[in-house]
C-alpha cells in the first residue's frame, strides 16, 4: 500500500531528522560538559586503596569526630539525602547556626575547588575545615587523633591505609582517608548515558531541555563534568536578587581574596543531583527548583525564559540525577577507657 509506504518514509525521514539534530546537540554538549569518567579519578598526591577507602568511610560517618559526639560528615551531608542536609543553612555544635547551605558531597571530587567561595582547592584540605570550625563539629586536631588512637581499631585501620608510613595516625592522612572514600561517591546520570551516545537515555523534554540550558548562555558558567564547581561569578552579574536571596553579610570570595572586583562572587555551583538537594543558593532560602532556575536566568543572563523553557530546562536538570552509591552502614571501633568524653 503506496499510503504506508509514504507514512513510513516519512516517519523514517523523522526519526533520521531527530537523530541527526540529537547528534549534532551531543556534539555541541560534548565541547561544554564531560560525562563521568567510567573509573575512579586519580588523587593528587592520595593513592586510593580498598584499606583507604574503608577507613574514610568510618571516618565520614564518625560522629565521635566532632567535639560533641553528636556531629559525622553525614549529619550534613547525608548520603541517603542526596549528600546535603536539605536544611536552608546546617545546624551544628551546640544547636549553631551555619552562614551556608550544605552543598553535596557527591562528585564533590570533580569540583575544581570546594566551599560557595572555592576557598579549598582539594577535598583532604577541605576536610580538615569543618572538624575544626566551631559552628559545625566545633573538634581540635589534638582531640580528634587523641581520639582515633585510643581506640586500637583505629590505629590498625591507619596502619593499613598508610603502610610506608612510621606515624600512620595523622590528621593530615584523615583528612586523606576522608578524601579516598569522597572520590567513591560519583553517581552516573541519565545525561552521561546520553553524551555517551544512548539516545534513549534522556526523554524528548529533557533534550530540548539541554538545548535550551546550552542556548540561553547556562552551560557558559555551568560546565565541565559537575555542570559547575570550576569558575567563579558575580551572583546577580545582570541583576542583583533580592538581600534575602543574597544577604548582604555574606561577600563570598572577596572574604578569600579581599579584592573588590570579587565581592559577591561565587562558584558556579556544581549541578549534578540538583533536584535532590533542595533548598538552593548559598543561602538556601529557594525550595523550588523552577524558582532557582528563573532566578538564575534574570540575574545571571537578564534572560526572559518563557514558561515552557523554564520547565524544560527544570526537565533536563533532572536528568542530572545520578545512580546513587551503595552504602553500607559502616560498624565503627567501640570506644575506650582513654577516648575523650563528648564536650559541648
Ligand atoms: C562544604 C565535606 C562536615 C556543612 C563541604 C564540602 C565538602 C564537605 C566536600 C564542599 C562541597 C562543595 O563545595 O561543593 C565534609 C566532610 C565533613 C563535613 C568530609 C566531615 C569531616 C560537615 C558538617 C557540617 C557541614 C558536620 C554541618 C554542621 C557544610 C557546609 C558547607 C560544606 C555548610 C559549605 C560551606 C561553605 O561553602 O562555606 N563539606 N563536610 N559539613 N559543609 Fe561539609
Ligand atoms: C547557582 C542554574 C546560569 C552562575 C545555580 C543554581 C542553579 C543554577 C539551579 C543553584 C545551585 C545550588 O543551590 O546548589 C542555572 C541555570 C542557568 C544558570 C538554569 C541558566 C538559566 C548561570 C550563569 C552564571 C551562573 C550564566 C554565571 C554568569 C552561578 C553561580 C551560582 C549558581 C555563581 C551560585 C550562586 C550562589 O552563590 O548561591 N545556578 N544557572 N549561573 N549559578 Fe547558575
Known amino acids: 500500500n503506496p499510503r504506508h509506504t509514504a507514512t513510513l518514509a516519512i ?32 588523587l593528587n598526591d592520595n593513592r586510593i586503596t580498598p584499606e583507604k577507602i574503608d577507613l574514610g568511610k568510618a571516618l565520614f560517618f564518625d560522629p565521635r569526630m566532632s567535639a560533641s559526639g553528636v556531629f ?25 547556626k551555619g552562614p551556608r547551605n550544605s552543598p553535596t558531597v557527591l562528585n564533590a571530587v570533580f569540583n575544581e575547588a570546594q566551599f560557595w567561595d572555592g576557598r579549598a582547592p ?33 590505629v590498625e585501620w591507619f596502619q593499613a591505609s598508610f603502610p610506608e608510613e612510621d606515624d600512620p595516625v595523622s590528621f593530615d592522612n584523615f583528612a586523606k582517608a576522608i578524601e579516598a572514600y569522597e572520590a567513591t561517591l560519583i553517581t ?17 523534554q529533557e533534550v530540548r531541555g539541554l538545548q535550551t540550558f546550552v542556548d540561553a548562555g547556562c552551560a557558559s558558567c555551568h560546565s565541565g563534568i559537575n555542570l559547575g564547581g570550576n569558575g567563579y ?21 572577596y572574604m578569600v581574596t579581599e579584592t573588590v572586583d570579587d565581592e559577591y562572587v561565587f562558584r558556579a555551583a556544581p549541578l549534578r543531583n540538583i533536584a535532590l538537594t533542595a533548598p538552593y543558593f548559598h543561602s538556601g532560602v529557594v525550595w523550588d527548583l523552577r524558582t532557582a532556575v528563573e532566578i538564575m536566568a534574570s540575574s545571571q543572563l537578564g534572560a526572559d525564559l518563557s514558561e515552557d523553557e523554564v520547565t524544560d530546562i527544570t526537565a533536563f536538570l533532572g536528568a542530572l540525577t545520578g545512580e546513587m ?9 567501640v570506644e575506650t577507657a582513654d577516648t575523650p568524653k563528648p564536650t559541648g
Open 11 to 42: 516517519s523514517l525521514l523523522a526519526i533520521a531528522q531527530g537523530a541527526a539534530a540529537s547528534s549534532e546537540l551531543r556534539e555541541t554538549a560534548l565541547d561544554i560538559f564531560s560525562p563521568l569518567p567510567s573509573t575512579m579519578p586519580s
Open 72 to 96: 559525622s560528615c553525614n549529619s550534613c551531608h547525608n548520603l541517603a539525602t542526596g549528600g546535603d542536609d536539605n536544611m536552608p543553612v546546617s545546624i551544628g555544635h551546640g544547636w549553631q
Open 122 to 154: 582539594d577535598l583532604a584540605e577541605q576536610a580538615k575545615g569543618p572538624v575544626q570550625a566551631g559552628v559545625e563539629m566545633a573538634n581540635t586536631p589534638a582531640n580528634v587523633l587523641l581520639t582515633l588512637n585510643s581506640m586500637p581499631q583505629y
Open 188 to 204: 552516573p546520570s541519565p545525561f552521561d548515558a546520553w553524551l555517551n551516545g544512548d539516545d534513549g537515555a534522556m526523554t524528548e
Open 233 to 253: 561569578y558575580p551572583f546577580g552579574l545582570v541583576e542583583r536578587p533580592g538581600a534575602d536571596i543574597l544577604p548582604e553579610g555574606d561577600k563570598g570570595r
Open 325 to 333: 552509591p551503595e552504602v553500607v552502614y559502616p560498624i565503627l571501633p
